[in-house]
């Protein structure tokens, strides 16, 4: 009876993560996924451990270590596009993210070169290569942000003259 009881309550959180985490933000989901299942090793290892089982504990307790670390690599990198730097082939230095813009629209051209991780001097084509190049990666329809997508084609338009 206890069992059952058990199963209804995990079954009830189950459901009500599930409907919280519909629309939760993907990242930030798989981060506290992460965290989670970092800890909940971590504490399984130990429960092994001290239950003699001391190989399985200590191979769960480097699986908790690793979604931790992990979790806090992922943490620290953030998804920063625009520091990827170069002029659209990937070389040169990294750069400061730039300020975030009012309005998709209104972009400096010191924010446009910035965000498209672009080098003075450039040309038309490095402009076309590097949006290229970040809206396969960032395109809203492979997962990216729609904000982020609207402001490299922003970049792109003005750098153009478009």
Do not use: Y
């Amino acid at each position: 009876m206890i069992w059952l009881a058990l199963g209804c309550i995990v079954l009830a959180l189950a459901l009500l993560a599930g409907e919280r985490s519909a629309n939760a933000d993907v990242h930030k989901l798989a981060s506290q996924l992460r965290l989670a299942g970092g800890w909940g090793a971590l504490g399984l290892s130990g429960f092994f451990v001290l239950s003699g089982r001391v190989v399985p504990g200590l191979v769960l307790g480097g699986a908790g270590l690793a979604l931790l670390a992990r979790r806090r690599l992922k943490l620290q990198q953030g998804p920063a596009p625009h520091q990827q730097g170069g002029n659209g082939a990937g070389a040169g230095p990294k750069q400061a993210s730039p300020p975030p813009a009012q309005d998709n629209d209104a972009i400096s051209r010191a924010e446009a070169v910035l965000l498209l991780g672009l080098v003075e001097p450039f040309t038309h084509d490095d402009v076309r290569q590097a949006h290229r190049k970040l809206m396969m990666q960032h395109h809203p329809d492979q997962g990216g942000d729609t904000k982020l997508a609207a402001r490299l084609n922003a970049a792109k338009t003005h750098l153009l003259g478009e």
